[in-house]
């Protein structure tokens, strides 16, 4: 059986909306499986499962973004019967932004809400040296500086070795991403970024404005780019102000 795109790890039907996360380069969806207890339960939470990691792991990860968009907002078809809003860390705030825009190409209903974290705004040219063809020895050097990944997991070679494939796959998407223009969403943004992230940051954060042609929110919360794990309450509670503030009634 062909392993899901996408896992909800605890079924709300009476939900009024659904929350759909992405995860940043290298993760996979049980990334977002805490994040469940933490979510009024008017909110379901559904996270993808990307190729080439966790229960995906024998297939190869997307290395264009376009492809991965394109593919996401296909899976996603099913899973639109209700309201919803989207959100993505680093990498997976890319993916979100290109996926909600392949749903517009699609004419498929839209997302109440995107909440885009740690990456700079689409049109913006990448500044960071490429780093998806680097040696294992810099690449992992380069992973501990991003502080985003356990020194125990870096110093299991083995382990390191099972998942640099799909890492510097996820690298790759990233860095050959090319922006192509298209109208600004007509869906409200939140865009989170940490205080401490050179990856992204604030001014580079700021800049998906000009993506949207609603409301659009920027908060600055405290950590370097994996704010997501180090400031997890505080960014959970700015997705659940503004789930609450642009879910639809």
Not at 206 to 231: C, E, I, M, Y
């Amino acid at each position: 059986m062909q392993p899901s795109w996408m896992t909800c790890p605890e079924p709300r039907p009476g939900a009024r909306c659904r929350l759909f996360c992405l995860p940043f380069a290298g993760a996979g969806a049980s990334q977002f499986f805490s994040w469940k207890a933490m979510l009024p339960a008017s909110v379901e939470l559904c996270a993808y499962q990307l190729p080439g990691r966790e229960s995906r792991y024998r297939e190869p990860a997307f290395v264009r973004a376009e492809t991965a968009a394109e593919h996401l907002a296909a899976e996603m078809m099913p899973w639109l019967d209700r309201p919803y809003a989207m959100f993505g860390h680093s990498m997976g705030a890319l993916l979100t932004f290109e996926v909600a825009r392949a749903l517009r190409r699609r004419a498929a209903p839209l997302p109440f809400l995107l909440v885009l974290s740690a990456y700079p705004a689409a049109h913006l040219q990448r500044v960071q040296a490429p780093v998806s063809g680097l040696p294992a020895e810099q690449l992992i050097e380069r992973l501990r500086q991003m502080e985003g990944t356990p020194e125990a997991v870096l110093r299991d070679r083995e382990l390191m070795n099972f998942l640099l494939p799909t890492i510097r796959a996820d690298f790759e998407l990233c860095e050959t991403y090319q922006y192509q223009e298209e109208p600004p969403l007509a869906i409200p943004m939140v865009a989170l970024g940490g205080d401490g992230d050179v990856e992204a940051p604030p001014e580079r954060i700021a800049a998906w404005q000009r993506h949207t042609s609603h409301g659009f929110t920027h908060h600055t919360l405290p950590g370097g780019h994996f704010f997501l794990h180090t400031s997890r309450q505080r960014l959970l509670d700015q997705v659940v102000e503004a789930l609450q503030a642009e879910m639809p009634k």
